[in-house]
């Protein structure tokens, strides 16, 4: 196994698909793709957000910058097992992505404001600015059955799908299990490409001879959209 990587620079493209798109495409993909080094896995992400939403309401707007905090695991964790803190950057299009490993627990303590991070390096200060500016508190619950691969030419090339994509805004703490509410249609799939650079031609081609097309979906934002939003709405209805 790797190295894990805590720091990353990309580009992110986003596809919705259906049963079927994705039952071709992965017959047209197989001979280009590998599995990752975290081939299948259930991903858990706990965001965070100040009460009343500024983070994604400021990021569903498509900005030039937006930024998102969240705790990640992979695998419902116990209280001392590793998770990561992540501070999730997006500026004019490229991905920038910090991540500080840390005990479930201790990273709980410390987005809290309660506990300090292991260690005091640009990332923890970045993810610690964050922290002083906006005070987050756990806001939504995310987890999705994840299938990982990377290309065979070239390893920094990574498609992800993401299948079962749930939500809940109770229990807010990943070592609660992985249960939720779909955010998706039944069958439906997430794929994400993580590029690098520019998408290598036979993806391109790919991509093109299925007629698929990204898409701006983002898991907490249409969990913000779809449902925490609407439940606002009738909260004020009713006041």
Known sequence: MGETRLSFKRYEKKYLLSAEQYARLMEK?????????????TVCSLYYDTADCTLIR?????????????????????AEDPVFVELKKKYKGIVYKRRVTMAAAEAARWLRGEGRPPEDGQMEREIGWVLRQNRPVPR????????????VDDPELRITFDER?????????????????????????????????AAPLWLAGLLSEERLFPTGFSKYGTAYKDHILQELFEVTQHA
């Open 29 to 41: 993909l197989r001979e280009h793709i590998e599995p990752d080094e975290y081939f299948q896995s």
């Open 140 to 151: 939504v619950y995310i987890a999705c059955e994840r299938t990982a691969w990377r290309a």
């Open 165 to 197: 994509i749930r939500w809940r805004e109770r229990d807010l703490d990943l070592c609660a299990g992985s249960g939720g509410e779909l955010l998706t249609e039944e069958g439906q799939v997430l794929m994400e490409l993580k590029i690098p650079e």
């Open 58 to 78: 400021h990021s569903i707007e498509a900005p030039v910058y937006k930024e998102k905090l969240r705790l990640r695991s992979y695998g419902v964790p116990t």
